[in-house]
């Protein structure tokens, strides 16, 4: 399978602790957005990467938020001190530079839950 | 588009009828707008796109209008089938996506 892979799937953490995310993008693909989704809602840019720069940030990232992709390849979220209302689908999506379309091609999620 | 809260604006119809789905964009500058379904559990899956400069375009059983002048943008769907059912978003350009629509489908 060559798209978008997202992990874990689920997480489960207590409030306060940290938690990261792993996406690894589509091969070849120059940019790299994350995104929040809670239920019933759109989801919500934080963030997107074009090769390893961090080209735009969302005011929703909090500094409890940093997002990384040290070799422009796979990208890492991590959350601190995690809050219940971090509770939600984290999406990443990945596109090739040059495309006519925009079109993004998402990863399944990862869920988290904060208890 | 605008956020509806908890509660996504939903739309049912039968098996076989045509479907609208609208949604109202913010940014006139946008330089294409784009339609993803997503079905529960999995992320949004593209289903076509419209560049600024196009009122019109049809693909596969799905027609996108784009009227700039009220900034609103449509879906639809012909012969809705029961796989159809998802929520359906609406992007501009700026990858900011809308509240969506709830689309069921009753056989």
């Known amino acids: 399978d060559t798209g978008v892979s997202q992990n874990p799937r689920h997480k489960i953490t207590k409030r306060g602790q940290n938690v990261t995310f792993r996406c690894d993008p589509i091969?070849?693909?120059?940019?790299l957005y994350w995104y929040r989704q809670t239920l019933g809602q759109g989801p919500e840019f934080l963030t997107y990467f074009q090769n390893e720069a961090q080209l735009e940030k969302s005011r929703l990232l909090s500094d409890r938020f940093s997002a990384e992709r040290p070799k422009g390849s796979f990208s890492t979220l991590e959350i601190q001190r995690t809050e219940q209302g971090d509770s939600a689908m984290y999406l990443c999506?990945?596109?090739?530079?040059?495309?006519?379309?925009?079109?993004?091609?998402f990863g399944e999620g990862s869920r988290l839950t904060v208890l | 588009g605008e956020s509806v809260g908890l509660h996504l604006p939903t739309l049912s119809v039968q098996e076989g009828d045509n479907s609208i789905i609208n949604c109202a964009y913010s940014?006139?500058?946008?330089?294409?707008f784009i339609w993803y379904k997503q079905e529960s559990g999995k992320g949004p899956q593209f289903i076509i796109d419209?560049?600024?400069?196009?009122d019109k375009r049809q693909g596969q059983r799905v027609t996108v209008l784009l009227n700039k002048t009220v900034k609103h943008l449509s879906l639809q769907i012909a012969a809705t089938q029961p796989g159809d059912s998802a929520v359906y978003f609406c992007?501009?350009?700026?990858?900011?996506f809308g509240a969506g629509t709830r689309l069921t489908v009753k056989p």
């Open positions: 419209i560049r600024s400069n196009m």
């Open positions: 940014n006139s500058a946008s330089d294409y």
């Open positions: 992007a501009e350009s700026d990858m900011r």
């Open positions: 091969s070849e693909h120059n940019r």
């Open positions: 999506a990945s596109s090739p530079v040059g495309t006519n379309t925009g079109e993004l091609f």
